[in-house]
């Protein structure tokens, strides 16, 4: 089979390897779509030990059962399906108490198991979910990104969300506006350097969007609200500066959460944290039933995951790799399309 290969570091290469037969729980999934994430980017761009080569990365997919293993009995050849992007093992605390994306032995495609860059890709069944028939091949596979979102709402339903601030306007970030935008009605603030992004984050509904080239977010947020702060901030970059900016514009008793990973040490004010009761959330990941949740509101046509997104072939995988890497202009997402 055909696969885009991380055979080393800062090389990537199309090549053909040998498909495997899947094991008696699992099917094998021609894959028909996959996404490529921010973390694969960033694995090979800082040569990350998160995914150390010889690998084929990809876990953002859908496809079409190709072949059922010996044990599979809800599944059938020729099934249209979205995978999760993990595997949890079902038996842990963890997965005992509901926590399935938290799981302590958890596998993730193209991470610890082969992924899904590639023509077929071994899946365990317990990980698929129907792929709606009106739903095109590249719009299901961008579920596992919505609904990082829509557990960025589900983390934080206790609290109000009327007002709040996305900072960073890639893949991650303008899923979790329309999630926040469609879920909780919120008024969204979209923060980030590229205008492009911007301009996306407006036309996909933004309250506001502020380049902090030019402008404070967290003076802007706080002239929006009376000087009191975004209910709920969310940090899809992950800098230490941009952590830091989220407390800043957040009101006390408000919440932000960090679900980027640009960067891991940082220092910080705790007092600003302790004093006005603020809450600070990290999130990994989704639970399976937010993936069924993001496959209903795109094929319900509530988000937008099409317009913005580029469409490459697996023999142009490389090039759509590159092209994100340098992110220039509206090169924000690309998917794969075997």
Known sequence: MRVLHYPEFDRLEVRDLDATAPRPDEVSVQVAACGLCGSELETYKNHSPRRPPPLVMGHEFCGVIAEVGAEVRDWKKGARVV??????CGKCVRCQRGDTHLCAHRQIFGMHRPGAFAQFVNVPARCLIPWPENLPAEAAALAEPLANGIHVVNLTRHLPAATALVIGAGPIGLFCQQALQVLR???VFVADLSPERLAIAKKLGAAGVINPREQDAAKLVLQATEGEGADLVVDAVGAAGTKKASLEALR???ATVWIGLHENTMSIDSYNITLPEKQ???TYAAK???LQQALELMAAGKVDALSWVH?????????????MLAAKGTDIKAVICP
């Open 83 to 88: 995978s999760n992007s993990l595997v949890p």
């Open 311 to 323: 469409r490459f072939s697996l023999e142009e995988s490389v090039t759509g790799f590159n092209r």
């Open 288 to 290: 399976i039933e937010e």
């Open 252 to 254: 006390p008793g408000g």
């Open 185 to 187: 009605g919120s008024r």
């Open 280 to 282: 600070v959330f990290g």
